[in-house]
Nanobody
């Protein structure tokens, strides 16, 4: 069982950057496909980036070329580097994962990202 804590969100101007971190605990983190999700007001949670145990990544079209997901299995941490941020990126960002693509456990509090001038 893996516990996840997101951090790194904040208020940033359009065009700015943030780096989110997801710190995990648990003995099988290295076996998990991990993803970053976001939920904007009035919308369902959506997957924005994922990374496999082998380091292969996938991105939603809306963030391709701007966001980069990475992981450090030794530190049990997943990162999301967000560049060229846009107001439409404003959302609460969550991390989650499981043994197969799309698997999720319980959701944490997430971290708020607000892109505004």
């Amino acid at each position: 069982q893996v516990q996840l804590v997101e951090s790194g969100g904040g208020l940033v101007q359009p065009g700015g950057s943030l780096r989110l971190s997801c710190a995990a605990s648990g003995s099988i983190f290295s076996l998990y496909v991990m993803g970053w999700y976001r939920q904007a007001p009035g919308k369902q949670r959506e997957l924005v980036a994922s990374i496999t145990t082998g380091g292969r990544s996938n991105y939603a079209d809306s963030v391709k070329g701007r966001f980069t997901i990475s992981r450090d299995n030794a530190k049990k941490t997943v990162y999301l580097q967000m560049n060229s941020l846009k107001p439409e990126d404003t959302a609460v960002y969550y991390c989650n994962g499981g043994l197969v693509q799309g698997s999720v456990g319980s959701w944490g509090q997430g971290t708020q990202v607000t892109v505004s001038s």
